[in-house]
C-alpha cells in the first residue's frame, strides 16, 4: 500500500504507474492517513505550495518522522521538499536526503525538457520529462547516483544528478509518472519490498 502525497500536483499519473504495476495507492491529505502505509510517493508541483498546506494540522512534523523510516520516493518538487539543503530561495525542508538543491537551475531554455538517457537501472535508456526542474548541486556521501544530466550553465558544463538513491529514499528531479515507461515506480516497489523483508526479519525491539 503506497500513499502519494495529494496536496497539489501531479499525483493523480503517480496512483495509476503505480496500480499498473500491481501496488494499492491512496491519495493521502492528512497526516493520520499516513498510518500503515508501506511507502510513499511526493508528487511534483510547487515546493512552497505544498509546504503551506504541511503547516496545517502538525502535518509536517509527523511527514517529517515519516520519511526518516518508511521509505519515500520524491519526484520534481518532492525532491526539494526531502532535501536537507535548498536554495533559490532557501526555504524550509524534511531535511531527510543529504542533497543540495537549487530550485529552476536549469534557465529558461532548459527548464522545461524531454530527454532520453541511460541510468542505472536495467532496460536500457529511460524517458525524462522536465519540468521546471531543481538541480541537484551537492550529494552527500551515502548518496548513490543512478542517472546524471551534463548541461551548459554560465559557460560552464555541469553534470548534475538526476535519479539518486540514499537507502530507503529515492529522489529523481524529473516526472516518471508522466512517461508510458514504470521501470522507476518498479523500482521503487522493489525497495519497498526489500525493506519490508528486512524488518520482518528482524525482532520487533530491534525496530
Ligand atoms: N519549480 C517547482 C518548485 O520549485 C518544482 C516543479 C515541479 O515539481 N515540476 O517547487
Known amino acids: 500500500m503506497i500513499g502519494i ?5 501531479a499525483y493523480e499519473a503517480h496512483a495509476k504507474a503505480l496500480t499498473s504495476l500491481g501496488a494499492e495507492a491512496k491519495l493521502i ?8 502505509l508501506d511507502g510513499l510517493i511526493l508528487p511534483g508541483g510547487e515546493s512552497t505550495t505544498f509546504l503551506r498546506h504541511l503547516e496545517r494540522d502538525g502535518f509536517f512534523a509527523v511527514l517529517y518522522e515519516f520519511v526518516r523510516q518508511t521509505p519515500t520516493f520524491g519526484t520534481c518538487a518532492g525532491v526539494i ?10 526555504q524550509a525542508s524534511l531535511g531527510a536526503l543529504d542533497i ?13 525538457t524531454i530527454l532520453v538517457t541511460p541510468t542505472e537501472l ?27 544530466r551534463d548541461v551548459h550553465l554560465e559557460g560552464k558544463q555541469v553534470r548534475s544528478p538526476i535519479l539518486i538513491r540514499q537507502g530507503h529514499l529515492l ?20 525497495m519497498v519490498a526489500k525493506r519490508q523483508a528486512l524488518t520482518s526479519a528482524l ?3 530491534s525496530l
Open 5 to 9: 502525497l495529494a496536496l497539489q500536483g
Open 29 to 36: 491529505r492528512r497526516p493520520d492517513q499516513l498510518h500503515g
Open 203 to 205: 525482532p520487533a525491539e
Open 81 to 90: 521538499l526531502l532535501a536537507k539543503e535548498v536554495h533559490n530561495p532557501s
Open 122 to 148: 536495467p532496460g536500457g535508456p529511460l524517458e525524462m520529462i522536465f519540468i521546471r526542474a531543481p538541480r541537484i548541486t551537492r550529494t552527500g556521501p551515502v548518496v548513490q547516483t543512478l542517472a546524471t
Open 100 to 112: 543540495t538543491v537549487e530550485r529552476n537551475a536549469y534557465g529558461r531554455q532548459l527548464d522545461s
Open 171 to 190: 529522489a529523481a528531479t524529473f516526472h516518471p509518472e508522466l512517461s508510458a515507461d514504470t521501470r522507476i515506480h518498479q523500482f521503487f516497489l522493489q
